[in-house]
């Protein structure tokens, strides 16, 4: 199959300033044929800005223009209602993330990509840094043994920093339960983003998740990340059977077993039409770990590959008939730990055992 016609839903701040211009740079695989969003004058300046169609109406883009996929980049409340459109014509699709505030709706979202044959990736990106994809190689080439506990600092929010976790105790690691709660401190009054009013005090939100193999996860998160210089340091973080990683500095003991040997990371490089891009990172272990950037033909920066790999990994479901990498049940594991984390804080820690019960929509 060659290039996939991809049609994009969403011109906000994300949509518009991420994911199009990474859209227009995979120019061997995608074809980009329409934009759409209910605001009449962004989806506007968009479709004129890579000369395609503009629509406000998700479903008369979608008879019209008859994608092979969509990637849906909206408030995530509401992706169920152009997912759902987009499986019932048969046209698979992508949500940024969650894949859906709602796990009943979440529910309906993965039953029709089912009924009516159709690829739904969710595009969480945290998963996909690069430097990501070596601890997770090194994981699955056993370098480090069991994974026994796993930490998220404030790496990314909810569903984000699960990912993570879960990324290091295994995706196959069923959550048993969770157990959350809140804590809100004083702190100096500062200026929290340029153009928002300062801040002098801070929501902590914390949870251990018990897993089925006996891992734990333990979730950090403060509401003065992503932007707040009081705290500029963030990170995850695992100890294993036979080593541990911080961030990413890693080390696992050498074969005497007497003493610390560091892991360190190599970065091999691609030049593409005089763009340096990252080709492969390689782990100095016995045998070498690589992770190989399979977008290295394309001028994309560290950041860049995150996003280009989600709607990578649904063309290539789509081109290939077969799952999406992270896919509908990762994502919808992720929001449900996520929900039964509020759960439980809401209740003074009490904890929440897995599966959830909720109203169906």
Known sequence: MDKLKIAHIGTGRRGAGTYLPIIAKLTADLELVAVCDAREESVTEQGTTYNVPAYTDTERMLDEVKPDICAIVITPSNNHIPGLLCSERGVSYCTETPIDTDLGWADKMIASAQANGTKLEVNENYYRVPTERIKREMILAGVFGKVNAAYNDFRGHGYHGIGLIRSYVGFENEPMRVYGFRKNYEVQNHVWRTGQPPRNTEDWQHAIIEFEDGAVGIFNFSSLSYGSPLRGFNGSKFYAERGMCFRNEAVILNENADEQRAVTLTRRINNVGGYETLAALVANTKPEVIWENPLQQYPLSDGEITVASELMSLVNAVRNNTEPEYGAYN?????????????????????ITFPLTYESR
């Open 331 to 351: 994502g919808r594991k992720d929001r449900e730990i996520d929900i039964a984390m509020a759960r439980s804080w809401a209740n003074n820690g009490a904890p």
